[in-house]
């Protein structure tokens, strides 16, 4: 393969530009040419594409959020959609793909390897909630960032005696949570892979508050509940005053951290080496700290995305 | 005086500890001794009061919050409140006392200096909100958070091309909205000290798009209205879907800015030398860069807080 | 005037790109075309000259460095440097100049007002060393650099009980020692405005450990002397194994804080102001939180900086 | 075991303050009792030992360095500071030992346990040379330092066009300047684990800069030779007019980051597991994202730590 576009799709996540910059400067070093399109597949049937030099890519290894943009864009399940990529495709000569999101990404990047045109997923999401690896793309910044935060609340909580529920993002997964949660000494890690009894974060709300502790602090994920209905559950029970924050959008911005900036650029420069050798069909995951591919059907039908209960165990016993 | 109090009260806000820090390490400098009171007024009628030494004020110049705690305690207006008060500094030999906070604060210190025990009040507060000085211990942390805050989110609304709406604390006071508006490049800054008209907040949006702008970051201070409130009705003038993020009590903590250390340790050791001399009823402030003191019943009853608007204008001119 | 140029020039600051940010969008918003000149006055004598839009300074106000780039070009004193500047500016119209830098940007800014193309000089440096205002661009956020670097110290000084010299950056002024070693809690600040007695030094650490402190921090400035120098010198007096840390470049980097880009933001759109009026061979300060203009020559013949050295006795007072 | 004890050893890394925190945790979970040594080895043959309770560990996760005090004590070797030890083991009762340190930490926990006080030791150390573990303690929070500060003095060497050698911790170990390089984009990486040939370093510089790039950053770990001397011998080929930053102590300090305190909580309640069956002699690593136990003298002398020398060949292909 002589020639690959690259594009970011769905939710945008820390660490997309650094992918990007690894795949266009691993294809440059192979000999290959590298094109970017914007918006994720919705550029792609638009034609909004532009070859991409070293000086592209300069300088964005430490920006968050995606300088290709992202969009969702589910016309890209269907046979027409795919059929307007393709003739993009066909019009800027580009042979294979590099597509850097999550579920809906992958199913696109299937779609056209089916059709002639390989295409290797990479997982690009602060939830890390996406089979196939154990960690992607965004994932470590933004529990950094929830913990920075959670660090902010717990000053302003020790100070004055009170309950705190934070809802953090994590769609279905409590990942965000739970390492955010542990992170942060949180008395309680609320996710919807574990179920929760409101009389039991009562009692021990109460407890700690018997033990001498000046606050606590629940971290909720959003999977499980609204932090505001969760919050109006609790003060049903007792007079707590529990104040919400919902943490919001500040979660999937900012500079990334290394390890995010280090993953994604082996994601990056692992995805050029397989379209280089004409392989497609493949998502790409980190599995005890390897670089590894799967088949992206598989790993979409067959495999399942665990967040580490261990450290679910781990928090109720050092922390509450 | 020979003896002096220290207590904290009201909302915390950064740069409290290094506030006190001063407070204690000029005491023991001018070779007066000092009592920490915990909890503000309600702790000082309880007698929550212990000797603070030089060790005690050690490693805290850069913790957010107040290891001295904080409450409000509006039983402190009464005179049976300040009767308890007073028995308790009579029980512990304190002739004096520097109050951290706000206007309630204040109050409490004119009414303790009225009976014959001087206090200094400082202010203490995110929200900028207290006449008689330019800047409020805390104010600079929090624009900075605030700001921290607006460039992650900018990350994504770029990527996405989205308009957001970021509700900011204040209480009645755009300042922080002000600042961390024009600091961020913010297309738009609602504060209470100036109106606005929904439709024209809704035309400079559409105008941004036509200039190809790739986001609207709305910044909203909290006196205006509640930003779910205020995203409602933009939507139900244009269909817009506005994000709406509520940065909540993040913007209260974090290790203080350089500028709040300096600020509140100039302000704590300038209290400790108006006690010295025995005088009180005074609340300081800075003033075109000087530490100043002024009256408290004249500060509370005659001037008011008025935020920086050139800053409004500024950034309407560059910003959108 | 209806076409101006701006540039940046000296060491870069923190800052400079909200500058240049604000004085092409107060420029646009006024009517005016603005051209950016890479390079200083370098890019100025070479042609290296471009139109700026809106869009090419946008997402720029959050980054540290200047996007137009900066050099020293000492050739610009003189006849023949300045001559062929002013050819370039004819070859595009350019009628005058905002110059973003310190002493020798003012200098050519003046140069050039002489000659016929009003220029406004805006003081950006990180060492606030520049007459006529209280504070420059980007000095707000190297004190909060260095202080970020002094609380990680003093977490490993704490931990084993070590004596440190932090070399930090200013020039001849003492200005970033002073704010950030105040901020800090350090236990000494030595700067060029003051003398130092060597031995006076070495007491202080003695007492310090005597009274059961666990550090000594020491902030040194540039201006004095060398940091390693300053070591040796204490080692010779005592067996104090003073561990050493030169700051160095990452003091002038990074993303700035909210009170600079908002005094960037003031400082670019007031330049403006006065192109606008064609008045010239001015540079603007902020003085007692307003924003000024003083005649060039007068500010660098007759105005003097002077760091705040009250905060040097209050240091004295406070953290030995 | 019902009475264990925990202390820091060696060189401090952020994370230690979290790992004695679940240390104490676990213990008191599980019904046993901890006492605290002050500044490791040295502190246990002085009998500075304390009992912690869980307040001891409140609000200290987040904290840089070590709250316990740590301290290189040599001694500990010889056969007569390790009686003395157990004399004061036995004054207490302690029964076993959690041991947080490198290299030294391990052979005391070693020769304890041999003579009848099990000990379980954990990594703790910003250089990640220890061997038996994917990854130290304190080392994520370290890379992610030295990053923000490549970050920031990439700010300035872009606008200036110039080379930076920045010098960074890791003793004999390239992993810091391996994952900090690649994370920053660093054009050169210099570590011990891989020779380097100036010449090869200077031709590279000089290529970069045919291929327009603003600037060159070079690593440098400092197991491979001091900053200066390596700038010395660049200047000496070419006139690069190098400048060199050598980080320091800025490495060891911070809040750790979301993986080391993760990170540490597991290590701190799984020594307490071992300890509770009455095991020693143990070291806990992380391999493949499992907490996992080694013999301690089979680690040391038959196990090697090796970085990750993918990352080398990868910054070779994407950043040159």
């Known amino acids: 393969m002589k020639r690959i576009g690259v594009l970011t799709s769905g939710g945008d996540s820390p660490g997309m530009n650094a992918a990007v910059r690894a795949v266009v400067r691993k294809a440059l070093y192979e000999g290959m040419e590298v094109y970017g399109i914007n918006y994720g597949f919705a550029g792609l049937v638009a034609g909004d594409i532009r070859k991409l030099t070293r000086r592209d890519v300069g300088d964005i290894i430490q920006r968050g959020g995606t300088f290709l943009y992202s969009a969702r864009y589910p016309q890209f399940a269907t046979e027409e959609g795919q059929l307007k990529g393709i003739e993009q495709l066909n019009r800027f000569g580009i042979e294979g793909l590099v597509v850097v999101g999550g579920d809906g990404s992958y199913r696109g990047a299937y779609a056209l390897t089916k059709r002639g045109y390989p295409c290797i997923g990479l997982p690009g999401t602060i939830d890390n909630d996406i089979p196939g690896t154990d960690y992607t793309i965004g994932f470590d910044t933004a529990i950094n960032t929830v913990l920075d935060a959670l660090d902010r609340i717990r000053d302003t909580a020790t100070s004055h005696v009170r309950t705190f529920v934070i ?154």
Chains 1, 2, 3, 4 share one sequence.
């Open 167 to 320: 809802e953090v993002m994590g769609r279905d997964a409590g990942d965000i949570a739970l390492w955010a949660g542990v992170a942060s000494g949180a008395e309680q890690i609320i996710i919807p892979e574990k179920g929760f009894d409101i009389t039991g974060v009562a009692d021990n709300i109460r407890e700690g508050r018997e033990k001498g502790k000046k606050h606590t602090i629940i971290v909720l994920a959003e999977g499980v509940m609204d932090g505001k209905e969760f919050a109006e559950k609790l003060d049903a029970i007792d007079n707590f005053h529990v104040r919400v924050t919902v943490l919001g959008h500040v979660q999937r911005g900012g500079s990334p951290t290394a390890r995010d900036r280090v993953l994604a650029s082996q994601f990056g420069a692992g995805a050029v080496e397989y379209l280089k050798a004409d392989k497609g069909g493949l998502c790409l995951g980190l599995r005890n700290e390897k670089i590894v591919a799967h088949d992206i059907v598989d790993t979409l039908d067959n495999m399942k995305h665990k967040p580490n209960l261990d450290l679910y165990k781990l928090n109720k016993e050092i922390s509450s």
